[in-house]
């Protein structure tokens, strides 16, 4: 498999684009040397790069494309609304229809809806309510969650905080998934000062019997507003969202990704008294919640509520959970066949699952993931996760799990013989890390 397109062209961007690319996720630090650099189109899972490289794709757009590239209903819906305008000087009536649909599809017909673009926005919009609602200025976050916002409430937490004052890094603390004790010590720590909590419901581990009732109490006792960042999880363990799986209520509850299966959309949905402080009716100080020329454009909007459509008609949840638990068997499964069974594994939730590589020593290991990386991509895997979509079949699982038992036959030799035998070019790094 060749990349010469691609290593032409990745100077070229490095030139002009800080990293070579717009989302540090996507950057070529975060792949082996031998990768595509670009991919030109895709459909469904597939994917072809910028020689014409077709591979099988998972993480799919950072886990926003759930039902697949290039969805048709979802993109006719988009293109039926663009041609009617994208943006006008007055709200379009589909920013009222769509914030009634999706509280329709998420159950919370008492709540208010504001959509963005981004779940960073929403998720920050979040946080400056509860500061106004509760007129305190810490937040509190969960440590054990890896991403909440761009803004620097939270990457001033990050390995990579360059730019932001430390009295602004200071006004976020953290505690423990998991750990009722540590969240009940913060707040004792900060009587009265903290003003949201904020975390996922679930990410690689579920939540504790007793750990989110607890929260949700302990927030209520304190004047607390619990924020759930349900981005990834919204869409994709239910169609309510995690919160709904495992029985919590928010205060404040931010969506995202799967939303729009691609298309850029997010959503803030919230208590009305919380909300209600963006707004025009109320007698408090007002807060400049989300405001953005582009918040709601129509095509974006048309496209959210199509994929609403699909989840409600078609199904694409227990799909998902199907495929994914096809693909954690076959790599389980190829893993024990090799020996591996202790170096390589699944984690997560079956619609929302992560790899694990380790070495030798069984210590989690960059050098081993980048391995896999790269030999999943020489049998037509891109693979940075093992995220499915409604667009992937047993066929493409079979082609996968068969990619991965390729891929183990030479991780196991790298075991043996050592890493740099096999790995062409330099590990993949974390995103978050101070220097180059």
């Known amino acids: 498999m060749l990349f010469d397109e691609s290593n032409r062209l990745r100077p070229l961007a490095h030139a ?15 792949f082996p040397e031998e990768s595509p650099g670009f991919i030109v189109r895709g459909s469904g899972c597939h994917v072809w790069d910028a020689d014409g490289n077709e591979f099988v794709e998972y993480g799919m757009g ?17 293109a039926r609304q663009m041609a009617q305008g994208l943006n006008f000087s ?12 999706l509280r329709t599809a998420l159950g919370v017909p008492d709540r208010m809806v504001k959509f963005a673009k981004n779940g960073s926005d929403v998720t920050s919009a979040a946080v400056k ?14 440590a054990d969650h890896p991403f909440f916002s761009t803004d620097d409430w939270f990457i001033g937490t990050t390995g990579m905080p360059g730019g932001i004052p430390g009295a602004i890094r200071d006004l976020t603390v953290r505690y423990r998934y998991n750990d009722l004790a540590s969240v009940e010590a913060l707040v004792a720590e900060h009587p009265g000062k903290i003003a949201c909590l904020v975390q996922e419901v679930e990410t690689t581990e579920p939540p504790a019997p007793g750990f989110l009732a607890g929260l949700r109490a302990l927030c209520d006792r304190h004047g607390i507003v619990l924020i759930i960042d349900e981005i990834i999880t919204g869409f994709r363990w239910h169609l309510r969202g995690a919160s709904h799986v495992h029985g919590v209520q928010a205060d404040l509850t931010s969506y995202g990704k799967a939303l729009g299966n691609g298309f850029a959309v997010a959503a803030l949905v919230g ?27 129509t095509h974006t909007l048309a496209a959210t509520m199509a994929v609403l459509d699909v989840y409600e008609r078609e199904p694409v949840i227990e799909h998902l959970h199907r495929q994914g638990r096809r693909l954690a068997e076959g790599v389980t499964a190829a893993a024990a066949a090799h020996g591996l069974q202790d170096f390589v594994g699944v984690a997560g939730r079956d619609s929302n699952l992560i790899y694990l590589t380790r070495d030798a020593d069984g210590e989690r290991s960059q050098p081993f993931r980048t391995l896999f990386l790269q030999e999943l991509i020489r049998r037509g895997v891109i693979a940075p996760s093992f995220v499915v979509s409604y667009s992937h079949t047993d066929a493409d699982i079979d082609r996968t799990i068969e990619a991965v038992d390729g891929a183990l036959a030479v991780y196991a030799k790298a075991l043996s013989d050592g890493v740099e035998a096999y790995l062409v070019g330099r590990a993949v790094k974390p995103v978050f890390r101070p220097y180059v």
């Open 271 to 297: 208590r009305a008294d919380i909300m209600a402080l963006g707004g025009l009716r109320t007698d408090q100080e007002r807060v400049f919640l989300l405001s953005t020329t582009y918040g709601a454009d």
């Open 90 to 101: 007055r709200p379009a009536t589909i920013e009222l229809t769509a914030a009634e649909r």
């Open 62 to 78: 950072l886990r926003s494309v759930t039902l697949g590239h290039g969805y048709a209903p979802v993109v006719e819906a988009a």
């Open 129 to 142: 309510l509860a500061r106004a609602f509760t007129g305190r200025d810490l937040i509190a976050i969960c």
């Open 16 to 30: 002009v684009i800080p990293g070579g690319a717009h989302t540090y996720a996507k950057g070529d630090d975060q």
